[in-house]
């Protein structure tokens, strides 16, 4: 009975090791990702829309390369030369959370870019919910203007917190598609989109529904490297305490496995990209099967290049005239090429134009 169910294991089976630091450094090298996109020609994009998710792009294409990729390329370096299953757990369980995490940001993102609005977080969501009881007034005390809370009563914010409820969803993921409340809040606000679609569809594919898996069995349940845990058990739906003494998960086939989740990962980030930076963007679903049209003008004036929504320029056409140059004010506008352009980047430069023409008219 004094025999030992588990050794201490060795601070050099974790550590990186350099003996096989060349090795590791080939694999790491092999996964990581440029994510370098060519710039689509006849399409006009907004650009402040695409810089304003930027610095999420950067952050997800670093979480790539360093933390996923790192990882996967130490895993995999330690699993040829290693039989122990609890070091080999270790490594991996680092592999799979991190992969996972990065699906997850990966579509924050679209919700940020697509302006969907869900929120990140039950208790992001409940902060919100708990605000819908105060009024805010503003008052003035010893020179200064400072908001002042106040609670509604009962009813009212009751009512407000149910108004909220309708209109505020919690962000939300499954690998599951008929469970992924994201997926179906996106494709009930946006038209179809091809590119989106591929990249729902590698979510979708078994190696990351096997690897999101695997991350809830060892977040919630047990560690892949236990000898004794509670789960399933036999045949049917029964579960209880299992003993294995080279513990309950298979590693068989695992390089391959991660193999496949970095490639389908590494594609979806730069397919993201493409659709972000040149304009892919999906026309809400009101205008499913519109195009919507924008003209490349340049200005023989100043020599700056602009895009005008068609409306615009057809517009002025109709009465004989050119528009005004946001630049130099001048109507020394010449039509070099038409482009496409999405329902949200067309209504944008039109909103843009005549907020332009309306200051000009206050000069």
């Not at 040829?80 to 299953?85: A, G, H, P, Q």
């Not at 108004?163 to 008929?178: A, E, G, P």
Request: aromatic share 12%.
């Amino acid at each position: 009975m004094n025999k030992k169910i588990y050794d201490l294991l060795e601070l050099d089976g974790f550590e990186h090791n350099k003996d096989t630091q060349q090795y590791t450094e080939e694999i790491l090298n092999r996964m990581r990702n440029d994510f370098i996109v060519e710039f689509r020609k006849n399409y006009n994009s907004d650009l402040l829309s695409s810089l304003s998710v930027s610095p999420l792009i950067i952050e997800i294409e670093n979480y790539y390369n360093n933390d996923v990729c790192i990882f996967a390329a130490i895993f995999l370096s330690k699993y040829e030369k290693n039989n122990n299953s609890k070091i080999n757990a270790y490594h991996l369980e680092n592999v799979v959370i991190r992969i996972c995490s990065c699906w997850e940001y990966l579509f924050i993102l679209v919700n940020a870019y697509l302006n969907l609005d869900m929120v990140v977080g039950r208790d992001l969501l409940n902060k919100i919910m708990e605000s819908s009881k105060y009024e805010v007034k503003f008052k003035e005390s010893g020179g200064k203007i400072e908001p002042v809370f106040q609670e509604y009563s009962i009813e009212i914010s009751e009512e407000r917190k149910n108004k909220l409820k309708k209109r505020i969803k919690l962000f939300n993921l499954s690998s599951k598609s008929k469970s992924n409340s994201f997926h179906k809040k996106m494709k009930k606000t946006y038209s179809n989109n091809e590119k989106f679609k591929h990249i729902f569809d590698l979510y979708y594919s078994e190696p990351v529904k096997e690897f999101i898996s695997i991350r809830n069995e060892f977040v919630h349940r047990r560690t892949l490297g236990a000898k004794f845990s509670y789960g399933p058990i036999g045949i049917g739906l029964t579960q209880g305490i299992n003993s294995n003494p080279n513990g309950w998960f298979s590693f068989k086939g695992i390089e391959l496995k991660i193999e496949e989740n970095i490639v389908a990962l590494s594609h979806a980030i730069k397919q993201l990209k493409e659709i972000i930076y040149n304009g892919y963007r999906p026309n809400l679903k009101i205008n499913e099967g519109k195009v919507f049209w924008g003209y490349e003008i340049h200005c023989e004036k100043c020599e700056k290049e602009i895009v005008l929504a068609d409306f615009i320029v057809d517009l002025y056409s109709d009465i004989s005239e050119k528009p005004v140059c946001p630049n130099c004010l001048e109507k020394q506008l010449i039509i070099t090429d038409k482009l496409e352009m999405s329902d949200y980047d067309y209504h944008n430069n039109f909103k843009k134009y005549l907020g332009f023409l309306s200051e000009l008219k206050e000069m």
